[in-house]
């Protein structure tokens, strides 16, 4: 089978674990054929824009991208590429397996994850204005669609992976309406599927839970800015930014990226952690049917984990990205 992948590098430290990405993917011996486009800042010198119409017709021609992180300038006149990026290809689902790593030392034990967030309204719908000085308003767009459409894909992803137990994270006490509507129809959703287990719980008190327990949790389901939120908390309950994968999917198309951003502090260094990256190229390769090579990555990168002999500065080890890189494809 051959594969055409659209390959958004990024940047920061996106441009040094988007290769790990590939070389990592390549090792699996796959016919691969990346169209590599580019997004973000370096778009903007050459296109005018940080994100080209042509970055989207790549998407939806070939239906799946990789993509490293972009950095959104703080403050007025840009739009988060990201956002963007996710709204235009309505990709409504942001999909953050958490699990407790081999080897990566972490107070808490069995942590098994998977965080649904919305991905395309919430307070991320860009409407801010400030009809008077010193005094700002920011819309959070909540519609019933969207709440539908996030729920029936958690539990028809819970249904085919045999996950158990959904947790709706919510603040019905004081966004009454906006967060009522979601659970109202995520609790409508869920008798579709009597034998998922299906609760709900406060965004605040779920937070304390976590961090009590977090391996009394299954599957959390929620809106797009609890979710930014919790996503970087799980992370670090496995060790942090540079391990988590994630994917952004849709009816029609999926972009597979990590949960980190461009890290500027540590970039072009050449020590950012790619296991992030490599295995959220792990679950693009489940997604268009290559099971197996999928399998082989997540396992090598366990096995490298648990010697824990080559590790980037992050994991308290002295190896650098492209270090680590080699030693996950000698796993392979
Ligand atoms: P960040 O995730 O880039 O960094 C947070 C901290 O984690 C930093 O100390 C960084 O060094 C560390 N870190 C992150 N990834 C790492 C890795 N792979 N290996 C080792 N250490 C790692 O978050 P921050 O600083 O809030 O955002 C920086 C930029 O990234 C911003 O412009 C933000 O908008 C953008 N961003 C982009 C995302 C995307 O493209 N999907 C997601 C999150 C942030
Ligand atoms: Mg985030």
Not at 34 to 62: F, K, N, Y
Not at 103 to 117: A, N, Q, S, W
Not at 152 to 178: P, Q, S
Not at 219 to 239: H, P, R, T
Request: glycine fraction near 10%; charged fraction near 25%; charge should be negative.
């Amino acid at each position: 089978m051959k594969y055409g992948i659209t390959l958004i590098p990024g940047d920061g430290i996106g441009t040094e674990v988007s290769e790990a990405a590939v070389r990592v993917v390549e090792a699996c011996g796959l016919d691969i054929q990346w169209d590599r486009v580019e997004a973000g800042a370096g778009a903007l010198e050459r296109h005018g824009t940080t994100l080209p119409e042509s970055v989207l017709d790549s998407i939806r021609l070939r239906k799946v991208a990789l993509k490293g992180p972009l950095t959104t300038p703080v403050g007025e006149g840009f739009v988060s590429v990201n956002v963007t990026l996710r709204k235009r290809l309505e990709l409504y689902v942001s999909l953050r397996p958490v699990n407790t790593l081999p080897g990566v030392e972490t107070p808490y034990k069995d942590v098994d994850l998977i965080v649904f967030r919305e991905n395309t309204e919430g307070l991320y719908s860009g409407l801010e204005h400030e009809p008077v000085d010193g005094v700002v308003e920011t819309l959070r767009m909540s519609t019933r669609g969207a709440s539908e459409r996030l729920a029936r894909f958690a539990f028809n992803w819970c249904r085919y992976e045999g996950r158990r137990r959904v947790t709706l994270v919510h603040k019905a006490t004081d966004f009454k309406i906006a967060d009522g509507l979601f659970l109202d129809v995520a609790h409508r959703v869920a008798t579709d599927y009597p034998y998922i287990e299906t609760s709900d719980i406060l965004m605040t008190h779920v937070c304390m839970e976590l961090a009590k327990d977090p391996s009394r949790f299954d599957v959390l389901v929620m809106e797009n800015l609890f979710g930014d939120i919790l996503s970087d908390l799980c992370a670090g309950l496995v060790g942090g930014l540079g391990l988590v994968p994630g994917a952004n999917l849709g009816d029609r198309y999926a972009v597979f990226e990590a949960v980190h951003g461009s890290a500027p502090d540590i970039a072009g260094k050449g020590v950012a952690n790619p296991i992030a990256l490599i295995r959220s190229a792990a679950l693009m390769l489940k997604h268009i049917g290559e099971r197996g090579a999928a399998t082989r990555v997540e396992r090598s990168v366990r096995l490298l984990l648990e010697r824990g002999d080559v590790l980037t500065p992050d994991l308290g080890g002295h190896a650098t990205t492209s270090e680590v890189t080699d030693a996950i494809i000698r796993e392979l």
